[in-house]
């Protein structure tokens, strides 16, 4: 499992690069002949995300690619807590994996039973399942991003998801053992998960209107008409 973030130096909207100073000096070599001295190694972090903010001071972002955890989970925990306050989808994803709330399924809804609890977030056919796994990984996603949040002295309490994003990963490839020496397949889903928090707007107030005076059609038709000589 890796999980990137958006660093604090940044190269262009979609790439950031940092440079350190080695302590090893570089090597002499015939065919790359160097100064021995320490060296300037750039590291460049390549994190694309689908949607890039308006205003990045306001957001945070997390990511994670080829994470072991399956696909469809994913994708139904991140429907499911799409634009939520990020303070309640944790107090939902602790709930889940506590067992006391359901993640309700709405698009891979193939074999997956009913569930009392789903009734609670109306969901189709009240179809759900607790995803163990999924959400302790997606829970470590959101908090990953809150922490980049505190970095840009952002208030947790006014932020909340307003991209969440799964694509899935190339599939995992092994083999299982059959009868009559037959071999099947044996393969994993895993996912990209993408998180972009926003800190919420405060509300602009209505400008003052003037108070309008009713007229009839017929003095409004007066009013039109102009007399000449």
Same mark, same amino acid.
């Given at each position: 499992?890796?999980?990137? %973030?958006?660093?604090?130096?940044?190269?262009?909207?979609?790439?950031? %690069?940092?440079?350190?100073?080695?302590?090893?000096?570089?090597?002499?070599?015939? $065919?790359?002949?160097?100064?021995?001295?320490?060296?300037?190694?750039?590291?460049?972090?390549?994190? $694309?995300?689908?949607?890039?903010?308006?205003?990045?001071?306001?957001?945070?972002?997390?990511?994670?690619?080829?994470?072991?955890?399956?696909?469809?989970?994913?994708?139904?925990?991140?429907?499911?807590?799409?634009?939520?306050?990020?303070?309640?989808?944790?107090?939902?994803?602790?709930?889940?994996?506590?067992?006391?709330?359901?993640?309700?399924?709405?698009?891979?809804?193939?074999?997956?039973?009913?569930?009392?609890?789903?009734?609670?977030?109306?969901?189709?056919?009240? !179809?759900?399942?607790?995803?163990?796994?999924?959400? *302790?990984?997606?829970?470590?996603?959101? !908090?990953?991003?809150?922490?980049?949040?505190?970095?840009?002295?952002?208030?947790?309490?006014?932020?909340?998801?307003?991209?969440?994003?799964?694509?899935?990963?190339?599939?995992?490839?092994?083999?299982?053992?059959?009868?009559?020496?037959?071999?099947? !397949?044996?393969?994993?889903?895993? *996912?990209?998960?993408?998180?972009?928090?926003?800190?919420?707007?405060?509300?602009?107030?209505?400008?003052?209107?003037?108070? $309008?005076?009713?007229?009839?059609?017929?003095?409004?038709?007066? $009013?039109?008409?102009? !007399?000449?000589?």
């Amino acid at each position: 499992m890796s999980i990137s %973030s958006i660093g604090e130096y940044p190269l262009s909207p979609s790439y950031n %690069s940092l440079t350190l100073a080695s302590p090893h000096p570089c090597k002499i070599s015939k $065919r790359n002949p160097t100064i021995a001295s320490p060296c300037l190694v750039s590291i460049i972090y390549v994190t $694309r995300y689908s949607v890039e903010p308006e205003v990045p001071e306001k957001t945070s972002k997390a990511r994670g690619s080829h994470l072991r955890v399956h696909f469809k989970h994913c994708r139904e925990i991140a429907h499911f807590t799409n634009r939520m306050n990020v303070q309640k989808c944790l107090k939902v994803l602790d709930d889940v994996l506590a067992f006391k709330a359901v993640i309700p399924f709405v698009k891979f809804t193939g074999g997956i039973g009913r569930k009392a609890m789903a009734k609670q977030c109306k969901a189709p056919g009240s !179809k759900g399942r607790w995803p163990v796994k999924a959400t *302790a990984v997606y829970k470590k996603l959101v !908090k990953n991003a809150i922490a980049n949040a505190e970095a840009k002295l952002l208030d947790p309490e006014t932020l909340y998801i307003s991209h969440a994003q799964v694509n899935r990963a190339p599939p995992g490839r092994r083999r299982t053992y059959r009868a009559h020496g037959r071999i099947g !397949k044996y393969a994993s889903q895993p *996912a990209h998960i993408e998180i972009i928090l926003k800190q919420k707007e405060e509300p602009v107030k209505k400008m003052e209107e003037e108070e $309008r005076v009713k007229i009839s059609k017929k003095d409004a038709a007066r $009013r039109r008409f102009v !007399k000449v000589g």
